[in-house]
C-alpha cells in the first residue's frame, strides 16, 4: 500500500462514525502499525497517534496497536522511546475498560520466552488504566494481579544465591516490579484514621491484595531459598508481601492460627495451606516482621499450630517419585538442617501427636532420597562400619585393661572410674551398632531382590562400593566381632567382680 492510499484510508477512517466501522477497519489498523514498526518507522506510527485530527481514531481503535507496540518494545530495538511514548499516548486516549481488555489478552498470551520482559514493559502502563477506571477498579486489579502471577509462575525459580544472581529468567526482576506495581493500590486501602469508614469498594480492593499476597506466598516463595543473612532479592520480594499484609489491617494471628483465610479467597484447601505454610516459614523462622505477631500465644501452641504447615512444605515429596532425590542436595544447608529439627521434635517434644506427625514428615523425607543420598545421610548414624578399625582396638584396649585389672583394682577410684567409661562407651556402642545392622541389613535385602534392583537402579555406578553385596555382607560381619568383643569384656569383668580382692 503507498502512501497516498494510506492517506486516504486514514481520511476515511476520520470521516466515519466509530458505530459504523467494520473489524476489517481495526485489522487494517493493526496491520498498518506493524509495518510501521516491521520497517524502522516507529515515529512515523507515533506522529500518527499524537496527531489531532487522528483523535477519533486513536480512541476508537488505537487498543489495536498495543500488540506490535509491546512486541517491539520486548525486542528492545532502537525504536524503544518511541514505543513507550506511543504507548502511554495511547493510554491517555483510548477508553480505560478496552485498554484493560487488551491489555489482559497481551499478559495472558505472552510467549513463553519474554514472559518477564513483557510484563515489566507493561507494568507502568497497565498501573495507569487501572487508576483511569471509574468503575469496579477492585476486581479489574485482581485480574490484572491474577494475569501476572498466572504467567510468573510458569517460569523456573531460582534455587541457590548464582541463579538468583544470574536471574536467567526474570523471575526477580518480575518480582520487584510486581510488589512496586501493588504498591499504589495499597495506599489506596490504608486507613486515614482510626473513624475512617471502609467504602465496599475499599473492602473488595484489600481483598484483592490479600490474594495477590497469598498466591505470592505460594508462587514463588514457597519453592524459594530465603536466608535471613543473604537478603536476596526474594528475601526482599517476601519482606515487601509481609509489609504489604500488615498496610491493609490483615491478622497474622488469624491467617496462621485460627484458619480466616478460606472463606475470603475463596482459595481451595490445598492452595490456603501451601500459603500458610511459606507464611508461617516467612514469619517463625525468617523472623521478616516478627514484631507485629502477638506474643501472648504460649510457645507450645505456636508449634502445634505450625506443625499442620511444617508437614504442607514437605507434602510436595508426595508428588516425587520415591528414590528419586540425588545426593546432591544433600549439600544445601536446608537439606541438612531440616531432618535435624525434625529429629529434635521427635525426642524431645512432650507432646505425642506433634511427635506422630514429625515421624510421617520424617520417613516421607528418606524415602524420596536415592540410594546414594540415603547412604550419605546415614552416614553418621551407621559410623561404627566406618570406624570399625579404631572400635575394635579401643575394644582389645579395654579388654586388655580389664583382664591386667590387679593394679587398678588397687587404686579404687582408678577402678570405678574405669568401670563408669567401660559402662557408657559399651551402652553407646551397642545402640550404634545396633542402628548400622538395621540400616545394613535392610540395605542388602534391597539388594537381593532382583526386580527391586532394576526398578530402583541401584547399579548405578554412582553408588558407594559399599552398596555392592559382598561388602555389606562384611560390614555384618564386623558388626558380629564387635558385639562379641563386648560379650566378652562383660564376660571378663563379671568374673573379676566374683574374685576377691
Not at 113 to 120: H, K, L, W
Not at 395 to 417: A, P
Not at 423 to 437: A, Q, T
Request: charged share 25%; hydrophobic share 40%.
Amino acid at each position: 500500500m503507498n502512501e497516498d492510499q494510506v492517506n486516504d484510508k486514514i481520511q476515511r477512517w476520520r470521516d466515519t462514525p466509530e458505530e459504523d466501522l467494520k473489524p476489517e477497519d481495526y485489522q487494517e489498523l493493526k496491520n498498518l502499525g506493524s509495518a510501521c514498526l516491521s520497517e524502522g518507522k516507529s515515529t512515523l506510527l507515533l506522529k500518527f497517534i499524537q496527531d489531532k485530527k487522528n483523535q477519533g481514531i486513536v480512541k476508537s481503535m488505537g487498543c489495536v496497536l498495543l500488540v506490535p507496540l509491546v512486541t517491539e518494545l520486548v525486542k528492545k530495538e532502537k525504536s524503544l522511546d518511541c514505543c513507550q511514548t506511543a504507548i502511554t499516548n495511547l493510554t491517555r486516549t483510548c477508553r480505560p475498560e478496552e485498554l484493560l481488555q487488551n491489555l489482559l489478552a497481551l499478559i495472558n498470551n505472552t510467549d513463553p520466552g519474554v514472559i518477564s520482559e513483557t510484563i515489566t514493559a507493561l507494568f507502568p502502563h497497565l498501573q495507569t488504566v487501572l487508576l483511569q477506571l471509574d468503575e469496579k477498579r477492585a476486581a479489574s486489579v485482581g485480574l490484572a494481579l491474577s494475569a501476572v502471577q498466572k504467567q510468573l509462575s510458569r517460569l523456573p525459580v531460582p534455587y541457590n544465591q548464582q541463579q538468583e544472581n544470574d536471574d536467567e529468567y526474570g523471575l526477580c526482576r518480575s518480582c520487584t516490579a510486581l510488589a512496586e506495581f501493588a504498591k499504589c493500590f495499597v495506599e489506596k486501602v490504608k486507613r486515614k484514621d482510626v473513624n475512617y469508614v471502609t467504602t465496599p469498594e475499599e473492602e473488595e480492593l484489600r481483598v484483592e491484595l490479600l490474594k495477590f499476597c497469598m498466591r505470592s506466598l505460594r508462587e514463588p516463595l514457597l519453592d524459594a531459598e530465603l536466608n535471613k543473612d543473604r537478603q536476596s532479592v526474594l528475601w526482599h520480594f517476601a519482606t515487601k508481601l509481609m509489609v504489604i499484609l500488615h498496610a491493609i489491617q490483615e491478622s497474622l494471628s488469624e491467617i496462621l492460627l485460627f484458619n480466616s483465610l478460606r472463606k475470603r479467597t475463596q482459595m481451595d484447601n490445598t492452595e490456603s495451606k501451601e500459603s500458610r505454610a511459606c507464611l508461617a516459614y516467612i514469619l517463625f523462622v525468617q523472623l521478616i516482621t516478627i514484631d507485629s505477631f502477638p506474643a501472648v500465644f504460649s510457645p507450645v501452641f505456636v508449634l502445634q499450630c505450625n506443625m499442620e504447615y511444617i508437614s504442607q512444605l514437605l507434602s510436595s515429596l508426595e508428588s516425587v517419585p520415591d528414590n528419586s532425590l540425588p545426593v546432591s542436595l544433600l549439600g544445601l544447608k536446608s537439606f541438612h538442617s531440616v531432618p535435624q529439627n525434625l529429629q529434635q521434635v521427635l525426642t524431645d517434644c512432650p507432646i505425642q501427636h506433634l511427635r506422630e506427625s514429625g515421624l510421617q514428615v520424617f520417613q516421607n523425607f528418606i524415602n524420596k532420597l536415592d540410594a546414594e543420598a540415603k547412604h550419605k545421610f546415614f552416614r553418621h548414624e551407621t559410623m561404627s562400619c566406618f570406624c570399625s578399625s579404631r572400635i575394635i582396638e579401643s575394644l582389645n584396649l579395654l579388654r586388655y585393661l580389664v583382664i591386667r585389672d590387679k593394679k587398678l583394682r588397687s587404686n579404687v577410684n582408678m577402678w570405678e572410674e574405669l568401670c563408669r567409661i567401660k559402662d557408657e562407651y559399651l551402652k553407646m556402642l551397642r545402640v550404634c551398632i545396633g542402628i548400622s545392622r538395621t540400616y545394613y541389613s535392610a540395605e542388602l535385602q534391597a539388594l537381593r531382590e532382583d526386580q527391586k534392583l532394576k526398578a530402583k537402579g541401584r547399579c548405578d555406578q554412582q553408588v558407594d562400593c559399599f552398596y555392592v553385596p559382598q561388602v555389606l555382607q562384611c560390614a555384618l560381619v564386623t558388626f558380629d566381632l564387635m558385639e562379641s568383643l563386648i560379650v566378652r569384656i562383660e564376660e571378663i569383668t563379671e568374673e573379676k567382680f566374683k574374685i576377691p580382692n
